[in-house]
């Protein structure tokens, strides 16, 4: 009698295990890039197609870079920081007239104000090597 039921047991999982599945080809659809930058592939192994930043925005990607790597505005302009799926944060160098630096920041954006001509180097103080410039006319 105990080996019925234990027979029943594994019969009941392994018709469970094979319902429910799990990854290979079938007809789903496949889950979206998590990185835009253009060094990523796809589920596919396509390479990625780079998000375009907007006028005055910087990205800073979920492959840990900023794009652009520089941007030149005119004094009195908002910058916009958009932030991916990855933390990252924006430290300024401490130079004149540079702005507030920016927090750990994940899927959001954060805008500063460049008052003053100059430029103003910055660095993602989480991710060696991640740094950017954005030159004020």
Known sequence: MNVRRLAGALAAAL??????GGGGGGSSSPTSPTNNNGTGTDPYGNPTTPAAPAANQVI???SSAFNPLT??????????????????????DAVSGAPANVGNTTNASVIRTFATAGSFGFQCTLHGGMRGTVVVN
């Open 60 to 62: 800073a990607t979920a």
């Open 71 to 92: 941007i030149t505005v005119t004094k009195g302009t908002d910058v916009t920081f958009t932030f991916e799926s990855v933390t990252h944060n924006v430290a300024f």
């Open 15 to 20: 018709l469970f295990t094979t319902a429910c």
